[in-house]
């Protein structure tokens, strides 16, 4: 079964710096899908990026950006310039059935302080 | 953009009774929805597989009789926690797909945070 880890419970940044959040996963596919969310405290889910495995190029979406790394089984998110509004619980999350965001797996979140 | 509502946003109930929570998709059709579960400080689980108008699919674990789900129409879906007891107390989430452009986006609704006396 396929399992996503973010090993950071908490991080922390000072306003208008930059800070990554790390996600690992594992799974046996080559084709795959790979999404951050965002959770602010209304614990709506927005979807902050999307990466396509058999995409090299690393996606962007406007401050945010992530490192993918397939033969690692990393995908990190680098959050530029942070805002207070930045604010929140973020999960890495997976999904291998064709990229329609169906059986999404997702990790424990870390929850991130932006620091004024 | 696409919008999910999902109705009532905070419940409490006592132990033994059902609840029933609503999933719309307001300005779309949703063929598919999904609901997950997200207990306290950790991550959503997939709970199962609503289609509009067959039987919902559902994931290892998750008992199709007290969970039930009806999507009878392409923008309604229900979870209907029957019998609820205060282990059944969690966040649930719902979440429809949306064709957009070359691929679909996830969208979810605000939640039902469940309280069981």
């Known amino acids: 079964a396929q399992t996503v880890t973010q090993s950071q419970p908490e991080m922390s940044v000072q306003e208008a710096e930059t800070v990554t959040l790390s996600c690992t996963y594992d799974?046996?596919?080559?084709?795959?899908?790979l999404f951050w969310y965002k959770q602010p405290p209304s614990r709506q889910m927005i979807l902050v990026i999307r990466?396509?495995?058999?995409?090299?190029q690393n996606a962007t979406e406007n401050r945010f950006s992530v490192n993918f790394q397939k033969a690692a089984k990393s995908f990190s998110l680098k959050i530029s310039d942070s805002q207070l509004g930045d604010a929140a619980m973020y999960f890495c999350?997976?999904?291998?059935?064709?990229?329609?965001?169906?059986?999404?797996?997702f990790g424990k979140g870390t929850k991130l302080t932006v620091n004024p | 953009g696409a919008v999910v509502s999902q109705h009532p946003s905070r419940v409490i109930c006592k132990s033994g009774t059902s609840v029933k929570i609503e999933c719309r998709s307001l300005?779309?059709?949703?063929?598919?929805m999904f609901w997950y579960r997200q207990f306290p400080k950790q991550s959503l689980m997939l709970m199962a597989t609503?289609?509009?108008?067959?039987?919902?699919?559902?994931e290892q674990g998750v008992e199709k009789d007290k969970f039930l789900i009806n999507h009878a129409s392409l923008t309604l879906s229900t979870l209907t926690v029957t019998s609820a007891h205060p282990e059944d107390s969690s966040f649930y989430i719902c979440?429809?797909?949306?064709?957009?452009?070359?691929?679909?986006?996830?969208?979810f609704g605000s939640g039902t945070q469940l309280s069981v006396l």
């Open positions: 999350a997976y999904d291998d059935t064709g990229g329609g965001s169906e059986k999404l797996v």
């Open positions: 990466q396509e495995a058999y995409k090299q």
């Open positions: 799974t046996s596919e080559s084709d795959y899908y």
């Open positions: 300005d779309f059709q949703a063929t598919t």
């Open positions: 979440s429809a797909r949306v064709p957009q452009g070359a691929y679909e986006k996830l969208f």
């Open positions: 609503s289609n509009e108008g067959s039987k919902a699919t559902y």
